[in-house]
């Protein structure tokens, strides 16, 4: 085991990487050795059984818990770990398969105070603090000191509190940093293996970075030569993590600039981090893993400098002691989630402590820092403040107000999936608290590099036993099977920063909230504001939803909420949740569209006003989906039937809630449908640069994609029909991507595919495909339409120029080579017109046979 392991070390040492944690066949090496030691290998053997297997509920972490257990029973020795020594490193493991041992051990003498020493530590106690209690109750005088601490919140005040000055190296980085630049989607495959995963940060070369290889490898020397000046870094940016995959960009950030962490290997925690604009889910994920995350001035702050940050006075001062910057905290609270660890410790601590009290009946303890109470207006509620509401017990939710509204749906996804599996172990989940958690493969089934495979074959499994829903690689995106999942008017959320339902609310999340979210079945927000868009009017011929989508910046822009500059950035929506009424005769298919892109406007989630008949229509649909699902054996079933019954209930009272007359909102902006007269386009690379057809027509074209969450089957019809009245060769290279199977196969039936593949078109297997250029991408520097989410740069192909439109524009732009003049635009889609009923026809799956007959054989086995 040890020369196996000792060549792993010398390869991950010439990648500039430690090695990875053992796992558990490794760890039952480690055990056999551990237990008769060659000579002169004591002290590394300790070292790994120390520091080297990750705590929690993994698998290896299993093993370990084993062997430790059966020392301190007696039922195994080992020269190198006494009884003592084991329930120390017990101790160190967190939660999961240690708690129990350390609970029995309160009832023998000779350990019982070590391992109450090593209990008051330990937060992710679940139901083993009734076992603590009930020994307690039964006399036991170390239990009873046990829940004394943690009333006392020991746990929390022995930890050093936020110093009044701390003084830091500058590693700062100009412009906007996007999630990409820390963690490129191109090497989404490492984002588990953190060490590994943060040398591609800022690969790229950019103003003020030189990576070590361009593409390959970020700026490491640039970072060893901040660190050289012996203080810590911190991680200075203008804009800091728009964008989506915040846990892998966090992790990035805290392996380089965090602190180690004792007993938890590549993984680090805490760091210091701000910018002028710093994007809330990034912000909150930050704030999540211990950093102290805040926004501040940064003009006067530059690559190398070394400050002193005044926490508590809210300055920063240079070397010469002038105040350089100038913050406030979001709230105070965020003092007690850096002496705390991060927010969820503090949260689950804040819980234990809690439960503590009550048991000893004590009042409830003044300790912690409590958020800021908002001003109490006595005006209406906004729609998402009435969802969060209600998913909190309560009428509504004022912006600003602390509040953990329950989590109904959970969606996980492929490339931050194991990372939240990761994340989950660490909380010692072995069972989901959130009513339906799902899983998709859509980033990596098409083309996947073994590491992907490895990770489809066990995923299922750890989503399945914990009573959560595995689709399968192949069967398309996230968001395309999730949405058929919701309920109304609920709140969930998602590791993927797209997880943006269009019925109730979601906010997405960093893996390590999502995972906590799954786990505990809550989540902790501080509601944002709302920016409310009205539509009214009438749509005019020819023009697409995606005009509408884009038509939110267009306006944002011409309001002055929204600015493309980066430099001195505005984005009223960043934050803020974004809700839409006005559209009539919506479909929930449709509603995807425009709260899909509330990422792409940085807002923390999005609402929209949809009516009972379209809601009605897509559950009765999704009812059979998912009991075809189960006849088609995917688990788990009982999640997947009662999320079905719960929408039978619905459909028993159909009814939504509206925001009310006088709600209030951050700004209002009101579109009228009668002034968009041609397509809107986003152009390259930055989804907030919105701009009129007429701005862009003529540009030459070399590639279009078709497909993305962003699209539903009506977009490729319209793609097939546009695509037969060609006669002509294609321009481009043409891709095209149906986000689901089921709108493959309905594709394929209705003969399009015979249409696609006679053009020319590439057909992709269902899924993300290029939409996030992790795996087949367009050529560099090629000039794209695409309908996929976001144009971030390099994002479809490095270097690549990529214009967002609606499916009808983009293929009109294949045919052509061009994107094409208003004129010839509408003079194209014209046709489309008196098809549109067959045409923009969406899956409904209880009017389908194949569905139907299916569903009627599902089984469900208590
Ligand atoms: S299609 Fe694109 S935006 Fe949607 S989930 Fe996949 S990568 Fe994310």
Redesign the pocket.
């Known amino acids: 085991m040890l020369e196996a392991y000792r060549k792993h070390v010398a390869e991950r040492e010439a990648e500039g990487v430690p090695p990875k944690a053992l796992n558990a066949e490794q760890v039952a090496g480690l055990v056999e050795l551990l237990k008769n030691p060659p000579a002169g290998e004591e002290a590394v053997l300790v070292d790994l059984l120390e520091n080297r297997i990750p705590p929690g509920v993994d698998e290896a972490a299993y093993v370990k818990a084993a062997f430790l257990t059966a020392i301190v029973k007696g039922e195994a020795e080992s020269p190198l770990v006494s009884k003592e020594k084991a329930v120390e490193l017990l101790g160190m493991m967190q939660g999961g398969y240690n708690i129990a041992t350390l609970v029995d051990l309160l009832d023998i003498p000779e350990l019982a105070e070590l391992a109450g020493e090593k209990l008051k530590d330990t937060l992710l106690m679940f139901d083993a603090f009734h076992d603590v209690q009930e020994k307690m109750e039964a006399g036991n005088a170390t239990a009873k000191a046990v829940i004394e601490s943690w009333a006392n919140a020991e746990w929390f005040t022995k930890r050093d509190k936020v110093a009044e000055s701390i003084k830091m190296s500058i590693f700062k980085v100009t412009g906007e940093i996007n999630t990409d630049d820390l963690s490129p989607a191109p090497d989404a495959w490492s984002r588990p293996d953190i060490p590994l995963h943060a040398r591609a940060a800022f690969k790229m070369t950019r103003d003020g970075l030189t990576p070590e290889e361009h593409g390959v490898t970020g700026p490491i020397s640039q970072i060893e030569e901040i660190k050289a000046k012996g203080y810590p870094v911190a991680f200075v940016g203008d804009v800091v993590g728009t964008g989506s995959s915040r846990k892998s960009a966090t992790n990035s950030v805290l392996w380089f600039f965090g602190d180690d962490m004792p007993g938890v290997p590549n993984k680090r925690t805490g760091g210091v981090c701000f910018g002028s604009k710093v994007a809330p889910i990034f912000f909150n994920t930050m704030e999540d893993a211990g950093a102290l995350v805040f926004e501040a001035p940064v003009d006067k702050i530059n690559m190398g400098d070394v400050v002193e940050i005044r926490p508590y006075d809210g300055k920063i001062l240079n070397e010469a002691g002038e105040t350089v910057s100038e913050f406030s905290f979001k709230s105070d609270v965020i003092l007690d989630e850096v002496q705390a660890g991060g927010r969820i410790p503090l949260i689950i601590g804040r819980g234990l402590t809690d439960k503590a009290r009550t048991v000893l009946g004590l009042e409830p303890t003044q300790m912690f820092r409590t958020p800021v109470e908002p001003f109490e207006t006595n005006k209406g509620y906004t729609l998402a403040q009435k969802m969060v509401g209600k998913a909190c017990g309560v009428e509504g939710v004022r912006p600003g107000q602390y509040c953990e509204p329950k989590m109904t749906t959970v969606g996980s ?1 492929d490339t931050t999936g194991p990372m939240t599996r990761d994340e989950l172990k660490d909380l010692a989940c072995l069972g989901f608290s959130a009513d339906l958690v799902m899983q998709s493969f ?2 990596t089934a098409a083309y996947p590099k073994p590491v992907d495979v490895e990770m489809q074959h066990t995923m299922p499994d750890f989503i399945q036993t914990r009573g959560g829903v595995a689709l399968r690689p192949g069967d398309g ?3 395309s099977w999730l949405n058929r999942m919701l309920l109304p008017d609920t709140v969930g959320t998602g590791g ?1 920063s ?1 997880t943006r339902f269009p019925m109730g609310i979601s906010f997405p999340a960093g893996s390590g909230l999502v995972a906590f979210a799954a786990a505990t079945g809550v989540m902790p927000l501080d509601m944002p504001e709302s920016v409310l868009v009205r539509f009214k009017g009438e749509m005019q011929p020819g023009i697409t939803l995606r005009d509408l989508v884009h038509a939110i910046p267009y306006y944002g822009i011409k309001q002055g909420l929204l600015t493309v500059e980066k430099a001195g950035k505005i984005n009223e929506f960043s934050g803020k949740v974004l809700e839409i009424e006005g559209l009539k005769n919506l479909s929930v298919e449709q509603a995807f569209e425009l709260s899909d892109a509330s990422a792409e406007r940085s807002a923390a989630g999005c609402t929209i006003t949809l009516e009972e008949d379209a809601v009605a229509e897509y559950l009765s649909s999704n009812i059979t989906m998912l009991r075809w699902m189960i006849a088609e054996g995917y688990g788990d079933p009982r999640t997947l039937e009662r999320r079905a019954k719960a929408m039978e209930e619905w459909l028993a009272n159909p009814t939504l809630m509206r925001a009310d007359s006088d709600a209030e909102y951050a700004h209002v902006i009101e579109i009228d449908l009668a002034d968009i007269k041609e397509p809107i386009v986003c152009c390259p690379n930055d989804p907030d640069d919105a701009k009129l057809l007429s701005d862009v027509a003529g540009t030459k074209i070399d590639e279009v994609f078709v497909g ?2 962003m699209t539903n089957i009506g977009h490729f019809r319209a793609a097939g029909q546009l695509l037969a009245q060609n006669k002509e060769p294609l321009q481009t290279r043409f891709w095209m991507t149906p986000p689901t199977k089921m709108d493959a196969s309905q594709l394929m039936e209705e003969g399009y595919y015979n249409t696609f593949g006679t053009a020319g078109v590439r057909t992709e297997m269902p899924g ?1 495909s290029l ?2 250029g992790n795996q087949a991408r367009v050529e560099a520097n090629s000039t794209v339409l695409s309908t ?2 976001r144009n971030f740069p390099n994002r479809l192909g490095d270097g690549a120029n990529v214009y967002l439109t609606s499916a009808e524009l983009a293929s009109i732009g294949a045919i052509m080579g061009k994107i094409p003049t208003p004129a010839e635009y509408f003079e194209k889609v014209k046709s489309l017109s008196s098809k549109s009923e067959e045409v923009y026809k969406y899956l409904n799956f209880d009017t389908m046979d194949a569905y139907t007959s299916k569903a009627a054989t599902a089984s469900v086995e208590d």
């Open positions: 996804q859509c980033h995106v996230i968001h993927d797209h993305s969450c993300c939409c996030m996929s989410t």
